[in-house]
């Protein structure tokens, strides 16, 4: 079984900064590309960002030049900067991974349970 795990959402004002992290656990032999997805009320979810275990990372046009996507692969886990803040920002964030288990040859998608960020003065 694998889970992934969110964590550093909140409420933060207009301009300041957060960091998601989201760790993958489990039965993994391959961790490939990871990434952060969100979903705003009465939207549905949209791609931020996402990174390859080697490669080029990709942003949403939204979010270029302010939130930065990292991973440690040794702890199976990806992280989200995110700076300068804006109200639009606001939803729930997912994190999302493609993974083959251990003794498995498919290649699926894992979600977690997403993790709310709220910008509001």
């Known amino acids: 079984q694998v889970q992934l795990m969110e964590s550093g959402g909140g409420l933060v004002q207009p301009g300041e900064s957060l960091r998601l992290s989201c760790a993958a656990s489990?039965?993994?032999?391959?961790?490939?590309?990871m990434g952060w997805y969100r979903q705003a009320p009465g939207k549905q979810r949209e791609l931020v960002a996402t990174i390859p275990s080697g490669g080029t990372t990709t942003y949403a046009d939204s979010v270029k030049g302010r939130f930065s996507i990292s991973r440690d692969n040794a702890k199976n886990t990806v992280f989200l900067q995110m700076n300068s803040l804006k109200p639009e920002d606001t939803a729930v964030y997912y994190c999302?991974?493609?993974?083959?288990?251990?003794?498995?040859?498919?290649?699926?998608?894992?979600w977690g349970q997403g993790t709310q960020v709220t910008v509001s003065s």
């Open positions: 489990g039965s993994i032999r391959t961790l490939r590309t």
């Open positions: 999302h991974a493609i993974i083959r288990r251990s003794g498995d040859y498919r290649v699926d998608d894992y």
